[in-house]
């Protein structure tokens, strides 16, 4: 082989590694960025004075000062639902603190009835001292008539100042419910 014959050689190779790594970043951007973030962070994400935890396989992004939006980067698996959705968990802070949960619960469950909403979630949720009233349903299969969805939103809000949104399916409120579990004061 000639030396321009081995020189084209190596710059095809060196250009398919640049490809190939290339892609390969591509591929795994959230992974990376999701590890990346816990790096630098660590585990928990700060908001006024609670702490949020975030799993590992979760990437945070700030909105605001006051909001902050966990996104889970996990992988689903196929299945013969339309619409799949990664779950989000937006924290947000309130100007004034609910104080009377049960009156904001009522109140929840009433406008979303009189939207013609079912709420087929309801759940109480104690960290430190407050408590977490969080009510929700499938408003896709509600309002859209979409058969085929899994997908369902949560509205949270605390006897303290915190609020929580949640979207994603049913089957990831189990980790939903256990992010805000440990959610905790700044001591």
Not at 4 to 17: E, I, Q, T
Not at 40 to 61: A, M, R
Request: aromatic residues 8%.
């Amino acid at each position: 082989m000639t030396t321009d014959g081995k020189r084209s050689s190596r710059a095809l190779f060196v250009l398919g590694l640049v490809v190939l790594s290339g892609f390969l970043c591509y591929a795994k951007r959230y992974e990376i960025l999701a590890k990346v973030w816990h790096w630098t962070h660590g585990n928990v994400v700060s908001l006024g004075k609670y702490q949020v935890p975030v799993p590992d396989h979760w990437v945070v992004e700030k909105i605001g000062s006051s909001s902050v939006q966990l996104v889970s980067i996990a992988a689903k698996e196929r299945t013969d639902l339309i619409l799949r959705a990664n779950p989000v968990i937006t924290a947000s802070l309130l100007r004034n603190a609910v104080g009377d949960i049960d009156a904001w619960k009522k109140f929840n469950v009433q406008w979303r009835e009189q939207k013609g909403l079912r709420v087929v979630e309801e759940q109480a949720i104690r960290f430190d001292d407050e408590t977490l009233m969080c009510v929700g349903g499938n408003e896709l299969h509600d309002v859209v008539a979409m058969p085929n969805t899994a997908v369902m939103s949560m509205e949270c809000a605390s006897t303290g100042t915190l609020s929580l949104a949640f979207l994603g399916e049913q089957s990831d409120l189990r980790e939903f419910y256990g992010i805000a579990a440990k959610i905790s004061k700044n001591k």
